[in-house]
């Protein structure tokens, strides 16, 4: 057994399992701040990583100055998104909110392929050395640098939720809605701000992907990618959806190499975490750190 390639891919899985992780707690923010799971997430990172791709390209920005406009534009564009499509909406059915979202993704879908092409682009070079040599495995330096990131988010979003004013608004506005406009607290300012967080944290994925694999429509698929993430960690828990992408990161890899040394299927990279996700559903279907609601009637 090729064992330098196990801990290869293992280690690969853990960096890109906190990307998922990043891209999972984005699916939380919105889902405790409003009930509503966003089907349109993998298309944040889309227009993400095309905002920053163009800036790049077309105005020879330095990547530090492209990547921080990108930012702005998708704190902007999730607070658009949320006050023009989502607002009118509060207090319809959930499921009217849910299809919404799906056809929000198939807009901003077509509006991308209509805008950039349907082939792929590669981001202009970033860095002078493609890949760093740590304890004789190599990795990719965006791989590391996407690593940082997604630590920094990830204490961000603690800090956030424990000490800021607005986390805690946010919490409490998660907890009971009712309760927390009693307090003062402005709902329709938290939905707006989770939106704009979820929109901006996803397209810092969304970017580093583009880096590794260059911006197409694939990038969407990482929304669904993320999901059985989202299910193991428990839809309702930001440690969850953290715990939920390490493993499903470590899982596919680790599903790679059991496929090209033993079975020679070629999918199981792919559908690996969504047997995970069927198996979590039926036995523990409020995932790892999920809130285990009971309803009698």
Known sequence: MNWELLFQLTLNGLIVGALYGVVAMSFVLIYKASQVVNFAQGEFLLVGAWACWWLLTTFQLPFIAGFLLTLVFMTLFG???????????????????????????????????????????????????????????????????????????????????TVSKHGLAMRATAFDQQVAQSLGISVRQVF???????????????VVVGVVNGV??????????????????????????????????????????????????????QIAPFYVLIIILMIKPYGLFGTKNIERV
Request: cysteine-free; proline content about 4%; aromatic content about 14%.
């Open 79 to 161: 607070l658009i998104l949320q006050v023009v499509v989502l607002r009118p909406l509060i207090g319809e059915p959930v499921i009217s909110v849910i299809m919404v979202t799906i056809g929000l993704s198939i807009f901003f879908q077509a509006l991308m392929k209509w805008l950039f092409g349907v082939f792929a682009q590669p981001f202009p070079p970033i860095f002078e050395t493609n890949k760093v040599n740590i304890a004789g495995l190599e990795v990719q330096t965006v791989y590391l640098l996407s690593l940082a990131i997604s630590l920094v988010i990830m204490g961000g979003f603690a800090w956030f939720f």
């Open 216 to 269: 197409s429509s694939a990038l969407s698929f990482y929304g669904i990618k993320v999901f059985p993430a989202v299910i193991l960690g428990g839809l309702d828990s930001v440690v969850g959806a953290v715990v939920g992408g390490l493993i499903i990161g470590v899982l596919e890899n680790v599903a790679h190499f059991v496929d090209s040394e033993f079975l020679n299927w070629g999918n199981m990279f």
């Open 192 to 206: 707006a701000m989770s939106w704009a967080i979820s929109a901006v944290v996803s397209s810092v994925a969304g």
